[in-house]
């Protein structure tokens, strides 16, 4: 799919994921650790959108949008089946999700970075697969070294965990819908990924 030079491309559609997929990747950034509301890009309209206000004061505690060209489905979804040694989990059907840690201030989404993966984090929506690539932007100067999430301090993991464990919680209900299985390294990020531009081929007819 080539990128259209003469008009804004869809974020999800018509720009390319990177030259250098899975090892660095290109980011959709959605929200940022100053957003008091959620935004999320329109599938339709390619345009970012007010999903909704953030119903209590959860802050997200990085750069968190998703990877153009993914999807989350089957091929995706087996490796969620595989740990949990299950065969009903499906794709949430939604592009890959990535959080980019790094020490810059940036005060708005609606933009692009290049990041490299170094570990993910393992969610169920309902059963539905919702994993949460974790990067690093490039070259940064505090995060850029990280290799793997298991460099990360510890507080850092939890603080993700946390937000993607109650940010879809709604006030007065005991229930929590989002569950967190597990953390994994580098190297099945990057097979998530990977599977995540497969299911996208699927997806468009690309690949049968």
């Known amino acids: 799919m080539k990128e259209n030079s003469t008009h804004k491309a869809h974020p999800w559609h018509g720009i390319s994921p990177g030259s250098n997929v899975p090892e660095e990747v290109r980011a959709f950034i959605e929200i940022v650790p100053t957003d008091t509301?959620?935004?999320?890009?329109?599938?339709?309209?390619?345009?970012?959108?007010?999903?909704?206000?953030?119903?209590?004061?959860?802050?997200?505690?990085?750069?968190?949008?998703f990877i153009p060209r993914t999807y989350c489905?089957?091929?995706?979804?087996?490796?969620?089946?595989?740990?949990?040694?299950r065969f009903?989990?499906?794709?949430?059907?939604?592009?890959?999700?990535i959080c980019v840690l790094t020490e810059k201030d940036v005060t708005h989404g609606d933009i692009l970075v290049t990041a490299r993966p170094i570990g993910g984090l393992r969610l169920l929506d309902h059963d539905q697969a919702d994993d949460k690539i974790i990067a690093v932007l490039k070259n940064d100067a505090v995060y850029g070294n990280y290799k793997d999430i298991d460099e990360l301090p510890l507080s850092i993991i939890r603080r993700l965990v946390h937000y993607f464990t109650t940010y879809k919680d709604i006030p007065g209900e005991?229930?929590?819908?989002?569950k967190f299985i597990s953390t994994y390294g580098s190297e099945v990020a990057k097979e998530v990924i990977t599977r995540s531009l497969e299911d996208y081929k699927i997806l468009i007819g690309e690949q049968q």
């Open 88 to 97: 009903d989990i499906s794709g949430d059907h939604d592009p890959l999700d």
């Open 174 to 178: 005991s229930s929590q819908r989002m």
């Open 37 to 65: 509301v959620k935004y999320e890009v329109d599938k339709q309209t390619g345009y970012l959108s007010l999903d909704r206000p953030q119903k209590f004061s959860n802050i997200v505690p990085s750069l968190y949008g």
């Open 73 to 85: 489905d089957a091929k995706m979804a087996e490796l969620t089946n595989a740990a949990l040694a």
